[in-house]
């Protein structure tokens, strides 16, 4: 069996971040027993999902794969975003002891139990909200309204047959659990039609997307049956 790179990467990667997770959200701040038992427990469902993605969708009756997959992909985004705000976190502070070390700054005096747990507890409430803000504010971004970007590109020698001709580009769609095709297809309908509350009517880029239709069944009339 071959093996590629993110085929190793990537289940490598997650369980590592679960780990690190583990050990800044559960191990430094949470006391009970019971309490870091209960989040070692919630982090290995929600770990599930992404390396076993594959497995499932293929063991699963897709009405369960489905909401499974979402709340996989939604664990990864919130996971990702709070990971790195950590990561930040600490850089900060190997940093900030760094130029105490080349200042000569003398150092602290060790910081008691109570008062290493509050901080830390600090530091993991924060990185959660920069990171589920984050992570909220891309998921608003992605179901807003698309953002249409008008631009003429003068092309020299253009044949006079193209002259006018509008091309349209949608990029950034990850079409999926999300965003599924009936969302592709009222991207689509934005752009052809022009809809009012009393009438819809094609746009220039609708009718020229019609006449090229028309001229593609007058080509092949078997594509019109």
Same mark, same amino acid.
């Given at each position: 069996? =071959?093996?590629?790179?993110?085929?190793?990467?990537?289940?490598?990667?997650?369980?590592?971040?679960?780990?690190?997770?583990?050990?800044?959200?559960?191990?430094?701040?949470?006391?009970?027993?019971?309490?870091?038992?209960?989040?070692?427990?919630? $982090?290995?469902? /929600?770990?599930?999902?992404?390396?076993?993605?594959?497995?499932?969708?293929?063991?699963?009756?897709?009405? /369960?794969?489905?909401?499974?997959?979402?709340?996989?992909?939604?664990?990864?985004?919130?996971?990702?975003?709070?990971?790195?705000? /950590? $990561?930040?976190?600490?850089?900060?502070?190997?940093?900030?002891?760094?130029?105490?070390?080349?200042?000569?700054?003398? #150092?602290?005096?060790?910081?008691?139990?109570?008062?290493?747990?509050?901080?830390?507890?600090?530091?993991?409430?924060?990185?959660?909200?920069?990171?589920?803000?984050?992570?909220?504010?891309?998921?608003?971004?992605?179901?807003?309204?698309? +953002?249409?970007? +008008?631009?003429?590109?003068?092309?020299?020698?253009?044949?006079?047959?193209?002259?006018?001709?509008?091309?349209?580009?949608?990029?950034?769609?990850?079409?999926?659990?999300?965003?599924?095709?009936?969302? $592709? +297809? #009222?991207?689509? =309908?934005?752009?052809? $039609?022009?809809?009012?509350?009393?009438?819809?009517?094609?746009?220039?880029?609708? #009718?020229?997307?019609?006449?090229?239709?028309?001229?593609?069944?007058?080509?092949?009339?078997?594509?019109?049956?």
């Amino acid at each position: 069996m =071959r093996w590629s790179f993110f085929s190793v990467f990537i289940p490598l990667s997650t369980l590592l971040g679960h780990v690190y997770l583990y050990r800044r959200l559960v191990r430094d701040t949470v006391e009970s027993r019971w309490g870091r038992a209960l989040a070692v427990a919630v $982090l290995v469902l /929600l770990s599930v999902p992404l390396l076993l993605r594959r497995s499932l969708q293929d063991v699963l009756p897709e009405a /369960l794969a489905a909401p499974v997959a979402a709340v996989g992909y939604a664990w990864m985004g919130l996971a990702l975003f709070v990971v790195l705000a /950590l $990561l930040g976190a600490d850089l900060g502070r190997v940093l900030w002891r760094a130029g105490q070390r080349v200042a000569r700054v003398p #150092e602290a005096p060790p910081v008691d139990e109570a008062r290493r747990r509050l901080l830390s507890r600090a530091v993991a409430g924060g990185a959660v909200l920069v990171g589920g803000g984050t992570a909220g504010y891309g998921a608003w971004r992605a179901f807003t309204e698309p +953002e249409v970007t +008008e631009k003429v590109l003068r092309i020299p020698r253009l044949p006079k047959a193209l002259e006018g001709l509008s091309l349209v580009q949608l990029t950034d769609i990850h079409v999926g659990v999300y965003l599924q095709r009936h969302f $592709l +297809e #009222e991207l689509v =309908r934005r752009r052809v $039609l022009d809809r009012t509350s009393r009438s819809v009517a094609l746009t220039r880029e609708g #009718e020229a997307l019609l006449a090229y239709a028309r001229r593609i069944l007058a080509l092949n009339p078997e594509a019109g049956a």
